[in-house]
T-cell receptor, first 114, second 118 residues
Framework: QQQVKQSPQSLIVQKGGISIINCAYENTAFDYFPWYQQFPGKGPALLIAIRPDVSEKKEGRFTISFNKSAKQFSLHIMDSQPGDSATYFCAASVTEGGADGLTFGKGTHLIIQP | GAVVSQHPSRVICKSGTSVKIECRSLDFQATTMFWYRQFPKQSLMLMATSNEGSKATYEQGVEKDKFLINHASLTLSTLTVTSAHPEDSSFYIC??????????????FGPGTRLTVL
């Protein structure tokens, strides 16, 4: 049973556009939702994270939108740049701050075209 | 801050040998570290939780006798793949939580170790 569903699997966006990646979760005990960026052959890098008590969090060009009732959250990358081309993973954990291991979505391969 | 290193970055070994992978938190102490495995173009799957000074907690389906974990200090956890076989070939990644100043700043991942078993 996949606890975190991520879509789309791949995404192509023009430079300067908005990239949107969506995730849905099933476990209502999840309390922490981070997003990670991964380049080929590298470990994931934490981008931004949110807890269910807020509906939106913005850090630079990255914004998380969170809908607790729908059990969905999404990552928006504004003014997308070629350097943003990478695989993005949403994740979730039960314990506040991710004290337990993370459950990852399957990932989205993002390509930003110049 | 919050840098996690892994060594080695790549290892190739013969079937039946054991391989040790080190995970270090360089600028913070980590009472808990995590080990993940990632197959090509797939997601990360949690293998086990490594707790300093106590036994690791393994996820369902992960063989504890095959994947030995030791967390001897607040900055070092090791994963030993015993009697490795070709199906163990994968990208192994560790992570650690940064509890600096008493606040969790999330999990930070190491650069990963590519294991190839011939």
């Amino acid at each position: 049973q996949q606890q975190v569903k991520q879509s789309p699997q791949s995404l192509i966006v023009q430079k300067g556009g908005i990239s949107i990646i969506n995730c849905a979760y099933e476990n209502t005990a999840f309390d922490y939702f981070p997003w990670y960026q991964q380049f080929p052959g590298k470990g994931p890098a934490l981008l931004i994270a949110i807890r269910p008590d807020v509906s939106e969090k913005k850090e630079g060009r990255f914004t998380i939108s969170f809908n607790k009732s729908a059990k969905q959250f999404s990552l928006h990358i504004m003014d997308s740049q070629p350097g943003d081309s990478a695989t993005y993973f949403c994740a979730a954990s039960v314990t506040e701050g991710g004290a337990d291991g993370l459950t990852f979505g399957k990932g989205t391969h993002l390509i930003i075209q110049p | 801050g919050a840098v996690v290193s892994q060594h080695p970055s790549r290892v190739i070994c013969k079937s039946g040998t054991s391989v040790k992978i080190e995970c270090r938190s360089l600028d913070f102490q980590a009472t808990t570290m995590f080990w993940y495995r990632q197959f090509p173009k797939q997601s990360l799957m949690l293998m086990a939780t490594s707790n300093e000074g106590s036994k690791a907690t393994y996820e369902q389906g992960v063989e504890k006798d095959k994947f030995l974990i030791n967390h001897a200090s607040l900055t070092l956890s090791t994963l030993t793949v015993t009697s490795a076989h070709p199906e163990d070939s994968s990208f192994y990644i560790c992570s650690a939580r940064d509890w600096s100043s008493g606040l969790s700043r999330g999990q930070y991942f190491g650069p990963g170790t590519r294991l190839t078993v011939l």
